[in-house]
């Protein structure tokens, strides 16, 4: 039992951390606004990942040949911790690097490889993922987007939903039903689409904080090649399986999320520490050594997934654990947050009594859909009680095998 | 026991829900939120017109001299739909003035009020201060002929289009805190009143910081005949104010759970109904529970203080903190229950939820944390703490 | 809106205090054992009730004709408050008066209504319900003891469980399938069982802090006559809906709960009120304003509850959330209690060191029960949602129309 | 890193596995709490045998100078077999001897312990009072050539069948208390010394309690080569009883998840298993939820404890802590779900379900509240607060 990093390992975070402290200064020094334009959001974003891509910093636990540093999953999850966590620069490629990209890299062809993964490694191809639609969230294999062979290639129609940074993406990750008459879960193929290509339209889904994250994406007759089709043709089912695999393993969405819950604990401190006890502040100072806590709990689920994948153990309940954990604790240090801050935390702008220019309030906003993203709390709990403790299926789901 | 509402109750609740219906529908008020729009004039002088303004206030100002039952039923409406406008401060507001204003004062204000003519703010507690009884960080210094008023809040709600404002201000020295709390009528337009908008989360207020630089303050603009009547006063105002945010709060509450477990009958997921599946199914029954566990507790607070003998087991205190402490409770569970159940659609910008949400979690912060309210309930049980260590 | 009493009410309620003064010194007065053995349980429980029926002080909301006194529910329920929770005498037929008595009362003929409630009333005879099975709880359609024609009567084999007082039990409500070939609900009849007859065997079920309240019953080819079936035959299921419903309606279990809360509330007072906020002691305090919030929310829905019953306004889910209620309060006031105690909450016995006897972790074992029994949490939120809000059933529950 | 245990630790848990399965088993347990028998002496003997007494005392004593996560892998295995017997009091206070004893007493107590000729008891808390760092209500009056000892305490684990008590006393006056805490070995035949045995919820202790009127101790029964080595005696035997608190929890939780997880495989309700259902399943999910979270931090926990060096992010005091408050509300959260999910049987005497309940409280109630829990974690965070307001 050992929860230290190797010593190699520790020479490696030093040096991730010189290399942040070289080259962070240059990128603060360049101008960007507070509210950037998309088009200064894209070019920043390019110009960090080239940078971190020249210097072998970016998805370091791939491959050498494809752009990678071929080092292990420990070592992603350094840098992850180092630089990613900075926000030196919006992060608009998240979903290719932790979801696409990863799929290509295990499922596609050589000639996909090569042609993909370096192009988003050098910062030069946005992806996003194209598998929710409005009739199909957590029943995922309820999709009705159709791909009909036309000619050598496919033709895409319908709606994709819930599609995370599809008005920055060039290429899209396509999940679409192939074969009408098929069960649910056959008869579905994985397509890499060009975004740019006629057909494709992209309408923005703003938060209930105003933020523009989510989009809905059409598809009118959208032509495809026959190469990029990702996997064997209606085997599409398997591959996004693999895909959410990705998305709950190495993805480090929790480690994104610590800066947002360590600005709630600072903002705790500064209101608590050293206070005397009070009515008021008591049950606040609870809380927080809950969330501390659990942070701790979470952490060590996020290395025990990790140690897992690099020791190539079964896949077990830890990363829906991290997943319940992060999306928990987040929503309840954002509640505090505002709590904390009583009438202040329901206040915006850029006046100076405002904390932050209301950060709290519309992260507090954003945190809602925490428990519902990237696997709802009660698919997690299914997924869990039946994968890991063998429960019986729901009834209902037992035989859904019809495509509707 | 008849634990029904009457007939006039329940016509004026028909009224309500027909008039914000047709004249603030929740797709309006979505639109009003979005593009920061107050509340417009003529929906505020059709709520004059139907007689809200002056639902409590006697007919002698021109008020109807409903009950605070009869009123709840119009609360109750504006909660569900989210009306937007400064109702609930111009209500506290003019129940200051009537239970302490001098009769002149009653006089000039109250039936402007009824007819629609005058928004009134009332700012009363501190943020981050304390939040007993005895009101706010502001203090007023006497000085001849009347009084010299300091002090500062954060944010006030319905400030900004407020013609006068309630202030409850502490008499002389800090220290002094318990003894004598006040409340005045200031003319926001005098020198030494700063009042700055903000915005804020939830559109149903606006709210404006206030700042009081030395405003001098005629005697006559002294609610109560003397300075020792404020605590009464407070203590009513308070009551008013909680029973207000506990029907807001029901309403609204009933309101996300309808838009919720309508949807679970038709949204499918595995070819049923996601209401079939107990994980949402159990969600509902909880929201359930919790509005109508606090209807339960409103419909007696609200019985508790329309009877002119106190109840034999509750105070006017003890009722308005228990129905105020499981408002705060309910409210946020249901908007986060109901947001669950809706999935991803109901954290978009473009779904209602979200404006529910905002109406709570301002609902809660705004008057002080649920810890305070706990503490009354204590307190009037016997479960008093000893003197000095109270705080918010 | 009025939750005041009537005039009337409040006088009626001031003649049972007064009667409750009058007679409680001279049962005090009579020897009764801290630890009483059945036959003393018996013997004082039959006096007690003797002479509250010879005041027509039980069931008061029972027709004059067969012993009750002609009153509303609400006089049962101040008759409930003001004499039932002083507990002066064990309450060995509270499932009787709440559950079997009314439903002969409204399902039962003259015949048997003439020839079991005055009985009951006068203390002499103890009714059990047998419904349960070791195979059917929640799923009571699932029973499987058989009742098979026997010439002009009937003859009962099979097991029923957790039978409350079934070893005082001179009488016994009885679900049992008479027809093995219909569907789970039809097929079903009551019976009133001669619970001293051949055939008739009782076996303690202890609970979890060893008190013996609930019992198994066999039945070995018991014969029943045939005027002791209730309503239709075939027709059981019906009758069993009515008495759930009586169950959930004016039981007043709440009201018989609050003596055991209502000392939980004592104890905090004794060890808060008047203490300095600490770190240790303001989750106590937060949660005794809950639990205190809570009790006054339910006292009120039992009143609606009983307005309903009065008015004659249709079952609302009321009479679930007063379940609810209680049984929920109930268990976090009794954990409260034993971390207000500390390590003494962990202690039993005679000892002056140990607080009550031990009563309150007995108490807390107790209490575990609260949210399986007389309706299930899981079964309640059931019922809500699916009677009162409208949601579909549960896909597995809609169709198990086969007996088992 | 590697979080694994290795070899030898899965071996060490196989042993203890089939050790307590052959020796103790759980329909044994059950019939010896029904019966109030105590842990026979014999399977004493046999854990004596399998090394257990001495598994982290140094081989000079006869231990076997295993680290803390190698003892985990016993300990886990004795919480999930409700391994009655005196097993934690004796390990803890010959823990303390270990670390504070003067030579001649370790060499006395120590390898009679391994051999298991000797229980020893811990007195260290007086329920009521402060759950800080410096002890119960026990003090020690310096006299010519040792000590005078008083106090009191209510419910000590393994008393009534302790051959030596280890105590902790405040030395002087109550108001020194956080000057000096000392640790004593006491003898129980001598004379001041009042133990009575009580009934206890949990059999799993027996408990008695021990009152110390005037006992007059040695010099040499003081544990540390002065009075100020106690409280860093303190804090290290703290920190032991805490981890090993938590793996009880650990391996009882554990256990009754598996048993409730099983029956909703097998019994079925509407003609389906009630693991199908999402009220049940959910409910499963959770409990394993919490106890795999419970054993994240308790494996972390003790590695902190073993290292050599300081961990980067955490004291042994603040993981101590944290398991702790883990395992509190896990053990409680898995018995109540547990039991809601197995129905009316787990509330019966017959079922085991109620000996993992009473031990969990238990467990909880014996060493003080998780507010204490809190406020280490929390004073560890930086989150300190002014002097002289902690309290229990």
Redesign the interface.
Known sequence: MDFRLTEGQERYREAVRHWVADNIPEMEALPYPADPTPEQMRERYALWQRKRFDFRLTCVHWPEAVGGAGLTAMEHFIVTEEIDTLNVAPNLNIIGFGMCLPVILHAGSGEQRNRYIPAALRGEEIWCQLFSEPGAGSDLAGLTTRAEPDGKGWRVNGQKTWTSYAHFADRGLCLARSESSASRHRGLTMFLVDMRREGVSVRPIRINNGDHVFNEVFFDNVYVEPEDVLGEVHGGWKVAIDTLMFERGTSNIHILMRPQIDKVIALAKERLAGAAPTLGNQAARGEIARLITRLKVMDIQGLRVLHGATTGAPPGPEGSFVKLDWSEINQRAQALALDLLGPAGALLGDNPAVPEGGWFPKNWLRSFANTIEAGSSEILRNIVSERILGLPKDAQRQNPNRAR | ??????EN?ILIQDQAREFIARESPLEQVHEWRRSETPLPGPVWQGMAAMGWLGAILPEDYGGMGLSL?DLSRILEEMGRGLLPGPFLPTLTAAHAVLLGGPQEMRRRILPAVVQGQLHLALARTQ??GR?DAMGGRFFADSTEGGYLLFGEK??VPGLAEADHIVVAAVLGLPEKIDEGVAFFLIDPKVTGVVI?P?????GGWT?A?LRLDAVRVPAYRLLGENPGQGPSVNERVSALLDLSLAFDALGGAQHAMEIA?EY??VR??????I????????K???M??AV??LR??A??A??VM?ASEP?QD?TPALAAA?VR??AIETYDLVV?HA??VL??I??????V??LF??RA??L???FG???????I??RE??????AG????
């Open positions: 026991m008849d634990l029904r509402y009457d109750q039952t943020e981050g939040f954060l944010a700055e903000l915005r804020t989360l939830d709210q910081s477990v679970a009958k499918t997921a595995f070819g049923q109904p209401g079939s599946y107990q994980a949402i199914k159990h509902c029954a909880d359930l529970h109508e566990s339960a507790i419909m007696w609200a019985w329309d109840a509750a228990m402490a499981t986060r947001t669950q999935g991803a109901a954290c978009t910008e473009e779904h939820m979200h949400a905002k979690k301002t809660s912060l705004a944390p649920l810890a305070y309210y706990q503490e309930i204590l049980n016997g479960f008093g703490i000893s260590s109270q705080g918010g």
